[in-house]
């Protein structure tokens, strides 16, 4: 009997090993029969974050590392960033009857919105490494992000108009002074306010501190014409503004 269950128990881990020795994200095919290259494996699990079919994801795909680092190095990323900024503009002169009151707000998002944080991703494996809080706090209280350019632009069409530019951000409050010196030195300035999780906003999730943050400034008058974020937590939860518009950010996700 002993030896009939090792036995069994040796052929079930060949078996099992040889499964996964197998198996190859370049010999796989769609369920219709389709070829997988990495590459359109890899395009495609892109393209599912942004649309949010892929959601809670921890790391990138280790397969995908090398092409997620590419993409945000890439001109398509400065293209994908630039369009997402475009389409703003085209809502604002089209769609947004600005009273000038001093209560037309637009609210962004700090990190991958008006700040980049590829330089510290390049450095830890472009998403592929599980996120370290207190390593990207360290490298924020630095304040060496660079500014996105195409964003910085439309947040200095929307100041000319008038318009109330709140920063609301899950970064911590403990991160305050480096980040307005950062966003200052980057060419930023002029915003109505800055705000950061407090130590009560740190019991909920992100997308309920963003939400209660809405509600709070709707509730104070202020008519906030659009969002600008890199995460869907920016935009959901009531209550709903007018317009969102994502950008790009294939490197992690936050809830």
């Not at 809502?91 to 330089?119: E, H, N, Q």
């Not at 002074?177 to 002029?190: C, K, Q």
Request: hydrophobic letters at 35%.
């Amino acid at each position: 009997m002993g030896t009939l269950l090792g036995f069994l128990l040796c052929f079930s881990s060949f078996f099992i090993s040889a499964t996964f020795a197998d198996w190859n994200i370049l010999n796989q095919r769609t369920k219709s029969g389709l070829k997988i290259s990495l590459k359109s494996y890899c395009e495609s699990w892109r393209i599912n974050v942004e649309l949010h079919n892929i959601q809670d994801f921890t790391i990138v795909p280790e397969e995908c590392v090398s092409y997620i680092g590419k993409y945000v190095a890439s001109s398509q990323y400065q293209v994908d960033s630039e369009r997402t900024i475009e389409e703003c503009r085209l809502y604002l002169s089209t769609s947004c009857l600005l009273k000038k009151d001093g209560r037309d707000a637009w609210l962004f998002d700090i990190d991958d919105t008006l700040l980049s944080t590829v330089p510290y991703f390049k450095k830890h494996h472009f998403g592929g490494e599980k996120l370290n809080l207190t390593s990207l706090e360290r490298w924020m209280s630095q304040g060496k992000a660079p500014a996105l350019e195409h964003s910085l632009k439309f947040f200095d069409e929307l100041k000319s108009k008038g318009v109330q530019i709140f920063l609301v951000s899950s970064r911590r409050e403990h991160l305050r002074s480096a980040t307005i010196d950062n966003l200052i030195d980057v060419g930023y300035h002029g915003w109505t306010r800055l705000i950061l999780r407090g130590r009560d906003d740190e019991l909920n999730e992100v997308q309920q501190y963003k939400a209660n943050v809405r509600k709070q400034l709707i509730s104070n008058g202020y008519r906030i014409w659009g969002i600008v974020g890199d995460q869907y937590s920016s935009f959901e939860g009531l209550p709903s503004v007018r317009r969102s518009f994502k950008l790009p950010n294939p490197l992690y996700y936050v809830s």
